[in-house]
């Protein structure tokens, strides 16, 4: 039986979170909670045909000029920083590929008391980053097998392309 490499899905689902940001497509409810995803700090994104990395480090990605070229030049996302908040806190996190995986989880101090509320605090915030994982994969994955993945690319490359 052939594999089929589908590794590709990976990136794009890194480009499908970071469209959505740009597009203004960036909040998530979680828990009935309403969540708000941006991308900060590190972006890696890579050529497969020249085997170019770029690493990209900027507080403000609206203004990184370097990183709209290597869109538009169509490098794929190897890694992605974001930082989702929400009514109280912040959560910073990184998405890698090869494999797809959550690492770099940084949650703010624990408030609790005792050992026990603290681990209890932990793991809620551990969940909230792992909904927001589920709930955006899966988003994507509806995207791109439906209509929706070839309109959100071209409202993506319009984008790109008006700026200068």
Known sequence: MLKKDISFLEHEYLQFLLMNYFIGENNIEIN?????YIPKGRITLYSESDFEKIDIESISLYSCKEMYVSLKNAKAIKQLSLSLT??????????????????SINAPKSLGEDIEDKVIERILYLNIV??????TLKGFLEARVSDNWNFLLKNFNDYLSAID
């Open 32 to 36: 009935n909670d309403t969540y708000t």
């Open 86 to 103: 929400g009514k109280n806190f912040t959560i910073d996190f990184v998405l890698k590929t090869s494999p797809l995986r959550l690492t």
């Open 130 to 135: 792992e909904s927001f994982y589920e709930k």
